[in-house]
Structure formats: structure tokens, C-alpha cells
């Protein structure tokens, strides 16, 4: 049988350090994602939404002439209810997580988990307002135990509706509530879309459709939320710090401990375990000169935002950290771990530790994480790191980083536009009203090892600057611009386009901010919400010049995150040719039919070209329908900062009119 072709690493990643490992991974006969994607023919019909295996009279692949499968089920009934399936697991990853953090915030509240605290007092009086806790003249304990019931409680509410959903605008909470997507409670809207796609179910696909958004609902605005809400209370609403990204972070003179996946509760205990005098001392004793902590996805994002720890890369750069041969350990908790990582850490020295109660790998060691006794759990971990340092053999570390500036939480926004007291998203409407900045675009999102690791994301991201869009990120696409420097106010403003440019410099801000992690996006929600309610840019998150993307997505969390921003009013694109294809009709209804009923609507574009341009255009029709000026980059540039040499040559006369026009004269 004829070898399938293999792509070059430059053809594989765009990432200078990805390249380089990649070189390795073929230099010592390792296989890695990327020559995995190369050997697999993905499955055509499963692509396309058409195979379905929901009985066993299937699997039912419709193909060809076959229009039906052994049921009856039509065509777009199986790709419609494919796509709710993922966004079902979707959600309840999300979700899941959030249901953790309140656990732990229980267990912190009444003296179970000792070495947590509540390290933002002021979200926790914040969020006790949203979930109804009473918060006058109470211990903060008490507080925080009825703020983690509370929220627990929207996980299985039995009468009502989720409490967050009056954080978003009030014309969006009647769209909600005239159609009936606005979820009831989180578990409710996840098990009753697995309910209905079970054989001989819902088989309308519009009717499943529609309980897609409202399960996405609840995990956007409930599970999601809570999950950052949480986060923030536990370990600190992020605030911009100084960190780097990328493999280059790894130190050839320390022990090196990468941590991955998702949750924040552990990997903060080892940020903190990795300080301990005695364990460096140890370190010391092993011939390292002290142990460097680095993160890779999510969990990476968490401790980058709050604790400045270095990002070693994203989702398609964790089997290429343990290339290194540098990497002692690497703790996973949950979610975007590769089980491929077993028999790569099996050739070098490397110890793979999962500690999650839900995750275990087979030959990887379990070492179950418990919030009771999180910090001498933390502290095992790194000892067994510190024992493994002796076994190392070649390294190889690329010498690629770039610096970042990341914490862009929400709160932060709100303070850097307007200060302690003022704080609020006004300059940034006006800005937006004027035209300086002419529109908003999330991107966000995985890696793909089908697409050029990085590509997509560095393309559209630098487009975007250039034509004066303020760009937020979280997830792996975050990660991506971080590693190519587009998250440091010196590299990135001399890309960007000249109203954009003004803007940032005037605040002191990158044209592309890094607000999180993938269950973050609950931050976006929040600023899309503030800038609909504050005035100039409509009444409602579909009203704003924005779009959200996730142009290399491969996770069922980013179907459901896509779906739930559809539903707040977003447009939405994501990369490649998208799982609804096999179903016209499915890919009318969650695009034009969506539109028609939320205002927002999602597509699959593969390519990257189209993705900006649709996306500039949407914005600009968005711009249009609000009666704001067309977009023109001309008007701008020729103020503050930039216009200095110009303006001190002209004499004193002509500097006056230039700056503030003929009528003062
Ligand atoms: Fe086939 Fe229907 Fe069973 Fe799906 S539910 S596998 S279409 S018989
Ligand atoms: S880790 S879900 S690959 S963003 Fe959040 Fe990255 Fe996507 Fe996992």
C-alpha cells in the first residue's frame, strides 16, 4: 500500500519552535499528532455529520442513495442531532468544571480545604448580589459557603430559570424567554438534549436545534460563568503581569514541571508547592538549580493569568514539551490531554501524573488530587519531579519565547478604561463610535492537528490589528499570539492599524488582549454585555460590530461555546468545512435560521481569507445598521503621540488650528 504523504514540520506548524521539535519527533523515528493526522484518512462520513450510531441496528451511514437509516431517520435529523451530542458533551465539560470550583469553594468556606482561601473578597460580594446571598454584616466564610450552595444549587434548580441570565441585556433575556431556549438549570439542559437525541426521540431538527442553544446557555452564562466567577474568588481576578510563552520557557538548568489541562485548583497548590524553600533545597541537592513551572492549554492559562507562570505552548505543542527531553514531570487534570502522551513519555524520562478522580490514562501514575490536602498532595508531585532530574538525558530546548502582558480580565477592562471609580466600557464604545476602532473580534479556540498548527490564528489575528479591530482571546489561540508576540503593546502596535494604534496607546493596552482561559469566554459574555448596555452601540449583544471565531477548533467545548455565543446574538465562524455539511438544511437553520430567530448565526469557513473578509464585513453592516461612520483609516494617525514631531515644527498659530480646528481661533 502506497505511504501516505507525510508533511514537512513547515507544512505541519507555523510555530519556529513546533518546527524544530518537529524536526526531532522524524530525526528519532517519534510519532507525534501531526504524523498521526498524516496517517489518518479522517472517516468522510462521520465528517460530514452523516454516520449514526445511536442503536444497534446502526451504525447508519447515509451515503449515497441512502436517505434513511434503519429507523427513518432522515439525513439532517442525524446530522442535527450529531451536533447536538457535541454540544451536549461540550457543555457538560464546562459546566463540570465549574461544579468543581464551587465544591472547592464549599470545602475552603467551611474549613475542609485549609490551603485555599478567598482571595478576591470583592467578586465574592459580587457574585453573593447575582445568586441572591445576603451579604449584610456576615462573616465572609458564611458568605462564601451560601455563595458555593448558591451555585451548586443552579446545577439542579428544580423551578425557574438560571440566576446569571439577568447579566445579560434585558433584550436579550426576552429573546431568550419568547422562544424558550432560556435554560432552566445547567444538568436539567444537558441531559434533557442527550434525552432527546436518544433513538425514537426529538426528530425535528430546528426543535433539536433549539434545545442545543439552550443547553449552550447554560453552560455560557451558568456552568462557564460560574467556573470563572469562582475561579476569581478562590485565586484572584486577573490583572495584567508580565510572563513569556512558548517551549523556550523550559530551563536547561532546572526541573522542569509542566502542568495541563483545564482546572486551576491543583496547579495553583504546585505554583505554590514549587516555592517551597525545602523542595528547592531538594532540587539543589539533585544538581538543578531550582525547579521552573510552565503550563501548557488551559490550566496554563489559568496560572499565566494570575501567577505570571510562563506558557510552554498550546494544545498541539504537549507532546512536543516532553520532546524536549527536559521535562521531569507533566501533570494533567482534565480535558485536552492526549493519550499519546504514554508512549512518547515512555522514551525519555518524563512522568506523566494524572490526578483528576475523572481522569486516568492507562500506564500513566494516578495521583488523586484532593482539596482537603492540596498543598502536601502539590508537594509529592514535585518531589517525584525533582527525583526524575538525574534520569535526563539529551535535551533540546528551542530558543524561542516571547514576552506577554496577559490578564485581561473583564474587571480589569472596565478599570483601565475608566479608573477605580469610573470604572466603565464607555471610551471603548466611543471608540468604536468614532471609528478608531472599527469592530471586536474573539478569537479563541484549539488547535487542529489537520490544520498548520498556529496558521489560521496568526493570520487572522495580525489582519484584524492591521485593520484597526480590537481583537480578545482565550484558549489556545490565545496561547498562539502570545507565542508570537502580539500580546506586548511595543510588538504588536507597530502591526496595527493607525485609529487601533491611537486607542492602545492612549490606554496602554495590546490590540490583542489574553482574557483567559477556554472557559473564560464567560468573560467576553460579560464585555459584550457591558458595551450593549452602555450607550452608542445599540441594546444588544447582536447590535455591537463584533464576531467570535475558532478558526482551528477540534474540542466539543468549542461547539458548545460557539453555539452559546450564536444564542447571545454573536456571529460566529469557525475553521474548516464544519460537521453539519452532510445536511443543507441543518447548515441553513444554524445560519440564516438562527439568525432569523437570535440575531446571531454560525459558519464553517476552511479558509482564512474568507473568514476576515466575512468577518469585516459583518462588522461594518453592523456598523451601518447602528448610523455610525463608515470606517476610514485615514482620519486617524495623526494624533497624540504620533503627531508630536509633526505639530512642534508648525509654528504656534497653525499648531493650535491643526489640533483643535479653526472655530477656537
Ligand atoms: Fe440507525 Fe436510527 Fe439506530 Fe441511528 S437511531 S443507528 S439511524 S437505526
Ligand atoms: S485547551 S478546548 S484545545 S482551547 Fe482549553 Fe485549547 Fe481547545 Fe482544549
Known amino acids: 500500500m502506497a505511504r501516505k504523504k507525510m508533511r514537512t ?14 524536526e526531532r519527533a522524524y530525526q528519532l523515528a ?19 455529520g452523516l454516520c449514526c450510531k445511536n442503536c444497534a441496528m446502526g451504525p447508519c451511514r447515509l451515503v449515497g442513495k441512502t436517505e434513511r437509516g434503519v429507523c427513518g431517520a432522515t439525513r439532517d435529523t442525524i446530522v442535527a442531532r450529531n451536533f447536538a451530542r457535541a454540544v451536549a458533551v461540550g457543555a457538560a465539560a464546562h459546566s463540570d468544571h465549574g461544579r468543581d470550583l464551587a465544591y472547592t469553594l464549599l470545602e475552603a468556606a467551611e474549613g475542609d480545604a485549609p490551603d485555599y482561601k478567598i482571595r478576591d473578597p470583592y467578586k465574592l460580594m459580587e457574585v453573593a448580589g447575582y445568586l441572591d446571598v445576603e451579604t449584610n454584616g456576615r462573616p465572609i466564610e458564611e458568605i462564601a459557603r451560601d455563595v458555593a450552595l448558591a451555585a451548586l444549587e443552579e446545577f439542579g434548580r428544580i423551578r425557574g430559570e438560571l440566576r446569571y441570565l439577568k447579566r445579560a441585556p434585558a433584550k436579550r433575556q426576552k429573546i431568550w424567554r419568547e422562544l424558550g431556549i432560556a435554560p432552566r438549570s445547567i444538568d436539567r439542559e444537558v441531559v434533557d438534549l442527550l434525552h432527546r437525541t436518544h433513538i425514537g426521540n426529538d426528530q425535528d431538527p430546528e426543535h433539536l436545534l433549539d434545545q442545543a442553544m439552550r443547553c449552550a446557555l447554560a453552560d455560557g452564562w451558568g456552568g462557564s460563568m460560574l467556573a470563572t466567577d469562582l475561579t476569581d474568588i478562590l485565586f484572584g481576578t486577573p490583572a495584567p503581569i508580565l510572563s513569556e510563552a512558548n517551549l523556550g520557557v523550559l530551563r536547561e538548568d532546572m526541573v522542569n514541571i509542566i502542568v495541563h489541562g483545564h482546572e486551576p485548583t491543583l496547579s495553583e497548590m504546585i505554583v505554590a508547592a514549587a516555592q517551597d524553600p525545602e523542595l528547592i533545597e531538594y532540587a539543589k541537592s539533585k544538581g538543578a538549580n531550582g525547579i521552573n513551572l510552565a503550563g501548557i492549554c488551559c490550566t496554563a492559562n489559568e496560572t499565566l493569568m494570575r501567577e505570571g507562570i510562563p506558557l510552554a505552548g498550546n494544545f498541539l505543542q504537549q507532546e ?12 494533567v487534570d482534565v480535558q485536552c490531554i492526549m493519550e499519546g502522551l504514554v508512549p512518547l513519555a515512555e522514551q525519555f524520562h518524563t512522568e506523566l501524573i494524572t490526578t483528576s478522580p475523572k481522569v486516568r490514562i492507562a500506564g500513566a501514575t494516578h495521583i488523586e488530587f484532593d482539596e482537603r490536602n492540596a498543598l502536601a498532595i502539590a ?25 506577554l502582558v496577559p490578564g485581561f480580565s473583564h474587571e480589569y477592562i472596565d478599570y483601565a478604561l475608566g479608573g477605580f471609580y469610573r470604572g466603565s466600557f464607555r471610551p471603548l464604545n466611543d471608540a468604536i463610535v468614532a471609528g478608531r476602532i472599527r469592530g471586536v473580534v474573539a478569537n479563541i479556540g484549539c488547535n487542529n492537528a489537520r490544520i498548520c498548527h498556529d496558521s489560521l490564528h496568526r493570520y487572522v489575528v495580525e489582519e484584524f490589528i492591521k485593520n484597526d479591530v480590537l481583537v480578545v482571546e482565550t484558549g489556545c489561540g490565545a496561547i498562539a499570539s502570545a507565542k508570537q508576540g502580539y500580546m506586548t503593546p511595543e510588538t504588536a502596535l507597530e502591526l496595527a492599524g493607525p485609529g487601533l494604534r491611537e486607542v492602545c496607546e492612549a490606554i496602554g493596552i495590546p490590540p490583542v488582549l489574553h482574557m483567559g482561559a477556554c472557559v473564560d469566554n464567560s468573560r467576553i459574555l460579560t464585555v459584550l454585555s457591558q458595551m450593549a448596555t452602555e450607550t452608542g452601540l445599540g441594546e444588544d449583544i447582536a447590535d455591537i460590530p463584533a464576531v467570535g471565531m475558532a478558526p482551528e477548533w477540534m474540542s466539543e467545548k468549542a461547539l458548545a461555546i460557539a453555539t452559546y455565543c450564536v444564542a447571545s446574538g454573536a456571529y460566529v465562524i469557525m475553521g474548516g468545512e464544519g460537521p453539519v455539511r452532510g445536511s443543507e438544511e441543518v447548515t441553513r437553520l444554524i445560519s440564516e435560521g438562527w439568525e432569523k430567530k437570535v440575531g446571531g448565526k454560525l459558519e464553517f469557513i476552511p479558509d482564512g481569507e474568507e473568514i476576515v473578509r466575512r468577518a469585516l464585513e459583518h462588522i461594518d453592516k453592523k456598523r451601518a445598521a447602528l448610523g455610525l461612520p463608515e470606517y476610514d483609516p485615514s482620519k486617524w494617525g495623526k494624533s497624540g503621540d504620533w503627531r508630536m514631531p509633526e505639530l512642534l515644527e508648525l509654528p504656534l498659530e497653525e499648531r493650535i488650528e491643526a489640533v483643535y480646528g479653526k472655530a477656537v481661533k
Open 9 to 22: 514540520p513547515e507544512e505541519a506548524s507555523r510555530d519556529e519552535a513546533a518546527v524544530a521539535l518537529l
Open 30 to 48: 517519534i510519532e507525534t499528532a501531526f504524523t498521526r493526522a498524516d496517517e489518518i484518512t479522517p472517516c468522510p462520513i462521520g465528517a460530514e
Open 320 to 331: 512536543l514539551a516532553i520532546l524536549t527531553g527536559a521535562v521531569e514531570a507533566m501533570v
Open 379 to 403: 508537594k509529592e508531585i514535585v518531589r517525584r519531579a525533582i527525583d526524575h532530574f538525574p534520569e535526563r538525558g539529551e535535551t533540546f530546548i528551542p530558543d524561542y519565547r516571547s514576552p
